[in-house]
């Protein structure tokens, strides 16, 4: 049995780790950490692989907080009785991104190619697990997310954040609607961010950790407060779970935090 692999930032110092899809239960097209329930693998599969992912971390998994995803703007604030199974259905209608200001309220948010957020107020002791695809970037959850956290006591200069593993520049190939809303969210200050796809006209190349990087500078956080891991999923087939790569024959990464 493969050890399991999980990636941590070095600037958070609560709890926290980003999923691979390596050390887990599960077989055939979920082998072997698949994270997702309802994606048809058998929960009890995804129970165990939950279980090894939270011993990983530091963290009762047994109940966090997490749902449907909705690729919307939605941020909640949550506590301990938001926290449920795996194998529960969300007790909410949809949301992409987590706030909590309570220890041992773990929250996740799952990825495939969308970029991970998790971010932490050390000082005020808040945090938050943010799903940030495209369209919940050029929707703006960051801006949502940020202001949770202020609301719950957190200061712009004191929150640090971490970009997980997402579809990078180099394999994330758009329309020109992408580019054109990245732009629109950041008040055209979008340079270096993408370009023209020179293998395919009318095609760009997006680096979406790099917008959502530049939203949350906009939004008051310190560059040396914000870490990229720098890995791209689609480029990895063989370590991560990657929507572009794979469809919806896949497993689902997760990206936990807890205080
Ligand atoms: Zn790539």
Redesign the pocket.
């Known amino acids: 049995m493969e050890d399991i692999e999980i990636l941590r930032s070095d600037l958070i110092t609560c709890r926290h780790g980003f999923s691979t899809r390596l050390g887990g239960v599960s077989g055939g097209i979920f082998e072997s950490l698949n994270l997702g329930a309802n994606r048809g693998d058998p929960i009890e599969n995804v129970l165990e692989n939950w279980r090894r992912f939270g011993a990983a971390v530091g963290a009762d998994t047994a109940r966090f907080v997490h749902g449907r995803q909705v690729h919307g703007a939605e941020v909640r604030v949550v506590g301990r009785t938001d926290a449920h199974s795996i194998s529960d259905p969300t007790p909410w209608e949809g949301a992409d991104g987590y706030v909590t200001a309570e220890p041992d309220v773990p929250l996740a948010v799952f990825t495939a190619d969308c970029t991970p957020l998790l971010m932490q107020d050390p000082t005020a002791g808040v945090i938050a697990a943010v799903h940030c695809g495209w369209r919940s970037t050029v929707a703006d959850i960051e801006k949502n997310a940020v202001a949770a956290m202020v609301g719950l006591g957190a200061r712009r200069s004191d929150i640090w954040a971490a970009i997980g593993p997402g579809?990078?520049r180099?394999?994330f190939q758009t329309g020109p609607e992408v580019p054109a809303a990245i732009d629109a969210l950041l008040g055209g200050d979008s340079a270096g961010l993408y370009g023209p796809d020179e293998d395919a006209p009318g095609k760009f190349r997006v680096d979406l950790p790099g917008a959502v990087r530049r939203r949350l500078l906009q939004l008051g956080l310190r560059e040396e407060n914000i870490d990229e891991l720098g890995v791209?999923t689609?480029?990895h087939p063989d370590r991560f779970w990657s929507h572009r790569a794979m469809g919806a024959a896949r497993g689902s990464q997760a990206n936990l935090i807890v205080l």
């Open positions: 579809i990078r180099c394999c791209c689609m480029c």
